[in-house]
């Protein structure tokens, strides 16, 4: 998990274990200004830069043309007109990301409350269960999930008994499904933390002082387990948002989210410092991201931590 | 046992010596590359074995391992494969300052682009000692003439592979305009801006002399075809594998990949479009800054030997720039008019295009244009 | 909170939420979701055909092919060195971070936990390509080290989520006592907080070690020549064709990461 929400109402009972001095960190901050800071600014300069003429690497010569071709194309006739392929590309990227999120969601909620109210043993195992596909790569996970909706894969074998065609392979459902499958854990293990802490008795009492089901549900119940879906959601939606496996394996190589365009920028098509352009508006794209959600959670009294 | 492979190795190393020696007192037409390595072609100089690795970086699936292994048998180098996808991926590797690969498989223009950028050393491939056993027509390659850079390995043709058996609509393509215009479901294209850009350029009337042209208009046409043209597939790898699970079923394929697809599935046709198509050349080349120069040129000079080229030919269904290796290469593809070529196909045949700067920039143009609108 | 009034509507039994309905259907639903396409992939691990999605008989044979390539054992060799080096350096570098964290000013502490927290917001494409441009920019030539490099950092903000939140929960006592009794920071540090810290810091440890195995994208970019990882190699045969040899290495990875899973369970039961 990589981002925890907790309530802020949540007493304060820090002690402050150690008398550890600042400089502790001095190293590891060092570090990571170097592997982590520099790397990045580098894409922002490189973004500035002119691609030399053999491609590869970057031409010291200022220039803002990357930002200007991800909306205008010089066409060949050499006219120039609105382009709107990399817009497209985002959107492509946002809105995969944006289903994923919400049906991981719709699944999760009820995926954590169910394990949530299993007695203690039941409930260790069950997290365990879905804990597991966490630890095994992505990669991996990707590929089963491309063995199971290949044509000639069970589904489609399935199927074939009743002379129905199935061929979503290579489609961009097959990249959205792909995504819902990997980062499916990553929306029920938040919600279900949250979930665990809730204590059942307040519905089942508010039952019995005349609330209908579905009240219980959006007043008791939702509110409990928003921090977690908070959480959730930003653990779905900011890594779908980036995602390169899913696209390239499930999508047909091509390349339709921004990571597989970046990606194709450095490899084959030799274009770094557009590459670079399209990065540095993937992390402003994230960076907004993150500050809605901080936003959203701040307005409902919870407190979002990222780490 | 380490002594024993020892052994072996070096007697292996004197039967290759005395091989090479015949073949140059054969050949005597193969000094022809001049007094600069007159040296090191004293076949006594060359050395057969070695030690230590040799990092080969391949396209995929396009070696047989199990060559590889008894390489490393015979002369005692482990081989370290990695494998790429395009000459474009390559160049693009070499220049991000992937120094380490020993060998590289570059195809045609690519070398003749490459030894342009200074990134081949020139090895003088034509004085190893089965520099003689490189094809005539392969010998005076425009793109390294004479073979000092680099020694030939397979050679091909890209066309069109087409499954009529799981989609009859391809088995009346005739054409690259039929091929991107056809519509069909389960279409697999290439990853590879030569190829699928040359195609549309020949698919819109451009001549197989002019496909290096610098004429916008031209190229402009070729993309409005590609408008059009929305693969389900754009991946050069793994192409053989996708038309055998029945997942592709008209692919732009090389034709070894769509021989080794016939094997698997008899219903593939191997098409040769009406506007000509490209013949292409790979190659084996030694990269600037290899750290295991001498493992590099043993593998070279193992790999020109007729019994490895016609194993290469047998395991990938090309057929390669080795004489002699026929004698090592299975029957079937031999008969295999998709690797040897129908006296009425071979005037469509033609080299693929090693262009200008300037066109380069226009096929990449065009083809991430199109690679981005998909 | 909830409504008092008295209700009109005709109620049914009392709400049960271990029984709300649609709930354990879904749940199933996603269990099986979950584990359907890993359960393929071990299955026609068994598989004698060549042709992947066609059942022929049971054999082992892939596992046996899987053993014996060379190109795999060296893959992995790789990812080994790898995951172990950046995971202890990660580690040592997240305790440090947390360590030094609690004292730190505001200001100071905004800097590092946004460096701490990119890669986990960042995509990794991106971090993956400006470190390409790191290692050119510096001359670090592509292999191991930068590698090395490379997991630590990403793998830093995985040690440290642990670690932190085990700092948070610990007791003050054992400072105080250990402080009055006039023990110096450095003691402190190796008596009380390193072991109080050690369930977390081996919890953190591990998922460094997991994410650092099953690294793709930053891999790709920056292995070189023979520094290719298990997770860069398996990508390639999947490219290329796939015979059921990547089923048995992925089950065999699968096993691999139960393994670690169930090793940090135990471990955080035992210590607790």
Redesign the interface.
């Known amino acids: 998990m990589t981002a925890v929400t907790t309530p802020t109402k949540k007493p304060v009972t820090r002690a402050r274990p150690g008398q550890s001095s600042p400089k502790l960190a001095y190293l590891p901050i060092i570090f990571l200004a170097f592997a982590i800071g520099i790397p990045l600014l580098i894409i922002v300069v490189y973004s500035f830069l002119e691609k030399p003429s053999q491609g590869t690497g970057v031409k010291w010569v200022f220039t803002t043309e990357n930002y200007r071709a991800l909306f205008i194309q010089e066409k060949l006739d050499g006219t120039t007109a609105f382009d709107t392929r990399y817009i497209k590309v985002l959107w492509t990227s946002f809105y995969y990301s944006l289903i994923t999120t919400v049906v991981t969601l719709v699944f999760s909620v009820p995926v954590a409350m169910w394990i949530a109210t299993r007695e203690a043993r039941k409930r260790t195992l069950l997290v365990a269960l879905v804990t597991l596909p966490f630890w095994i790569s992505i990669l991996i996970r990707t590929y089963g999930m491309r063995q199971i909706i290949a044509d000639e894969g069970p589904i489609g074998k399935f199927l074939g008994l009743f002379d129905i065609s199935w061929s979503i392979l290579y489609s961009p459902p097959a990249t959205i499904l792909g995504l819902i499958y990997v980062f499916l854990p990553f929306m029920i293990l938040p919600i279900y933390a949250s979930a665990e802490r809730f204590d059942f008795r307040l519905a089942e009492a508010a039952y019995d002082l005349g609330a209908k089901r579905m009240t219980v549900v959006r007043r008791i119940i939702l509110p409990s387990i928003r921090p977690g879906v908070i959480s959730g959601v930003a653990l779905v939606f900011i890594p779908a948002l980036g995602s390169f496996l899913q696209s390239d394996m499930l999508g047909g190589g091509k390349t339709n989210m921004v990571a597989n365009v970046i990606a194709n920028n450095f490899g084959q098509a030799r274009n770094w410092p557009f590459g670079s352009a399209l990065a540095v508006l993937l992390i402003i794209l994230t960076l907004l991201f993150v500050l809605i959600i901080q936003g959203i959670a701040q307005r409902r009294g919870d407190k979002v931590e990222l780490v | 046992m380490a002594s024993n492979k020892r052994r072996r190795a070096s007697y292996v190393a004197a039967l290759a010596a005395a091989g090479a020696l015949l073949l140059s007192a054969c050949g005597g037409e193969s000094t022809a590359g001049g007094g600069a390595g007159e040296e090191t072609a004293a076949a006594g100089a060359f050395p057969t074995s070695g030690s230590g690795e040799v990092h080969v970086y391949n396209w995929t699936d396009y070696i047989d391992t199990d060559e590889l292994k008894r390489f490393t048998e015979e002369t005692g180098i482990e081989v370290i494969l990695d494998t790429y996808d395009s000459n474009e991926t390559l160049l693009a590797k070499l220049q991000a300052g992937a120094t380490g690969y020993d060998v590289i498989v570059p195809s045609d223009y690519m070398v003749a682009q490459m030894i342009e950028l200074g990134l081949l050393q020139d090895i003088g491939v034509s004085t190893f000692p089965n520099g003689a056993n490189i094809k005539d027509n392969l010998m005076d390659a425009y793109w390294d003439p004479g073979r000092n850079y680099s020694a030939p390995w397979m050679y091909g043709s890209t066309g069109i592979a087409c499954n009529a058996t799981a989609e009859p609509g391809c088995a009346n393509i005739t054409s690259w305009k039929e091929y991107f215009t056809a519509g069909l479901p389960k279409m697999d294209s290439l990853k590879d801006q030569v190829e699928v850009v040359s195609a549309a350029l020949r698919a819109t009337g451009v001549a197989a002399d002019d496909l290096c042209t610098t004429d916008k208009a031209k190229y402009l046409a070729a993309q409005e075809l590609l408008n059009g043209f929305k693969p389900a597939v754009i991946e050069s790898d793994g192409g053989i594998e996708r038309v055998v699970a029945g997942t592709s079923n008209v692919r732009h394929a090389w034709n070894g990949s769509t021989h080794r697809m016939k094997v698997e599935v008899p219903g593939v046709e191997y098409i040769y479009p009406s506007e000509g198509l490209n013949l292409w050349a790979d190659n084996l080349a030694v990269p600037v800054g290899a750290p295991n120069l001498d493992n590099a040129k043993i593998f070279i000079n193992w790999m020109m030997d007729p019994k490895a080229a016609g194993k290469q030919s047998n395991f990938s269904g090309y057929d390669n720039g080795i004489k002699g290796s026929d004698e090592f290469m299975d029957e079937a593809l031999k008969t295999d008019p998709a690797v040897v070529v129908p006296a009425d196909k071979v005037a469509l045949l033609s080299s693929t295009p090693n262009c200008s700067e300037d066109a380069r920039a226009l096929y990449t143009e065009v083809f991430t244009s199109w690679q981005d609108s998909q | 909170?909830?409504?008092?009034?008295?209700?009109s509507?005709k109620?049914g039994k009392?709400?049960?939420?271990?029984n709300?309905p649609?709930?354990?259907s879904?749940?199933w639903?996603?269990?099986f979701?979950?584990?359907?396409?890993?359960v393929?992939?071990v299955i026609?691990s068994f598989n004698s055909s060549r042709?992947?999605?066609?059942w022929k008989s049971f054999s082992v044979k892939w596992y046996g092919k899987v053993i014996e390539n060379?190109?795999i054992q060296?893959a992995l060799k790789n990812s080994l060195q790898v995951g172990f080096a950046a995971t202890i350096l990660s580690t040592v570098?997240?305790v440090?971070?947390a360590?030094?964290?609690?004292?730190?000013?505001r200001a100071?502490k905004a800097?590092?936990?946004a460096?701490?927290?990119?890669?986990?917001?960042?995509?990794?494409?991106?971090?993956a390509?400006?470190?390409?441009?790191?290692?050119?920019?510096v001359g670090v030539?592509?292999?191991k080290v930068g590698l090395i490099?490379?997991h630590?950092?990403?793998c830093?903000?995985f040690a440290?989520?642990p670690i932190?939140?085990r700092?948070?929960q610990?007791?003050?006592a054992p400072?105080e006592a250990a402080?009055d009794l006039g023990a110096n920071?450095r003691q402190?540090?190796r008596r009380?907080?390193l072991p109080?810290l050690s369930p977390a810091i081996i919890a953190g440890a591990l998922l460094a070690f997991?994410i650092s195995?099953?690294d793709?994208?930053t891999s790709f970019?920056v292995a070189?020549?023979?520094s290719?990882t298990l997770?860069v190699y398996?990508?390639?045969m999947?490219?290329?064709?796939?015979t059921p040899e990547?089923n048995a290495i992925?089950t065999l990875?699968?096993l691999f990461?139960?393994g670690?899973?169930l090793g940090s369970?135990l471990i955080q039961r035992k210590r607790r």
Not at chain 3, 33 to 38: A, E, H
Not at chain 3, 115 to 127: F, N, R, S, T, W
Not at chain 3, 129 to 137: E, K, N, Y
């Open positions: 909170m909830s409504s008092t009034k008295t209700p509507t109620r009392l709400v049960n939420l271990r709300f649609g709930f354990t879904t749940s639903f996603v269990m979701f979950l584990y359907i396409p890993l393929y992939v026609y042709i992947g999605s066609i060379t190109d060296r570098l997240a440090m971070a360590l030094g964290l609690l004292r730190m000013q100071g800097v590092a936990m460096l701490i927290g990119a890669p986990l917001i960042i995509a990794e494409i991106v971090l390509v400006g470190t390409l441009g790191l290692f050119i920019a030539p592509l292999g490099v490379a630590t950092a990403f830093i903000p440290l989520l932190r939140a700092l948070s610990l007791d003050m400072f402080s920071e402190i540090l009380i907080t109080l997991a195995i099953d793709f994208i970019f070189g020549p023979g290719t997770p398996i990508f390639g999947i490219r290329s064709t796939v990547v992925s990875l699968l990461s139960g670690v899973l369970y």
